[in-house]
């Protein structure tokens, strides 16, 4: 049996996404769409209580992140045209 493949789509910009995650992720980078609060369980420690990362928290995650990624790409560039 042949399965059907849904989309969602982003009501800021019209793009289609295979899941909700795809759409979630680019709502927050793309349009800043606050996320819903998200539950981290912490596996190390399961006598603790779940913790609730606020937006600020996750917004600054993902700022990290990409500024990571963009000091990696700087890098990777720079070190290609030294190679030249």
Do not use: W, Y
């Amino acid at each position: 049996m042949a399965k059907t493949q849904t989309s969602v789509k982003c009501s800021g910009c019209s793009k289609t996404f295979v899941n909700q995650q795809g759409l979630t992720i680019h709502e927050r980078c793309v349009h800043g769409v606050a996320a819903k609060r998200k539950t981290v369980i912490e596996s190390s420690r399961p006598t603790k209580a779940p913790r609730s990362e606020s937006d600020s928290e996750i917004k600054e995650g993902v700022r990290s992140t990409m500024d990571k990624l963009l000091s990696l790409v700087a890098e990777e560039s720079s070190n290609s045209e030294i190679g030249r």
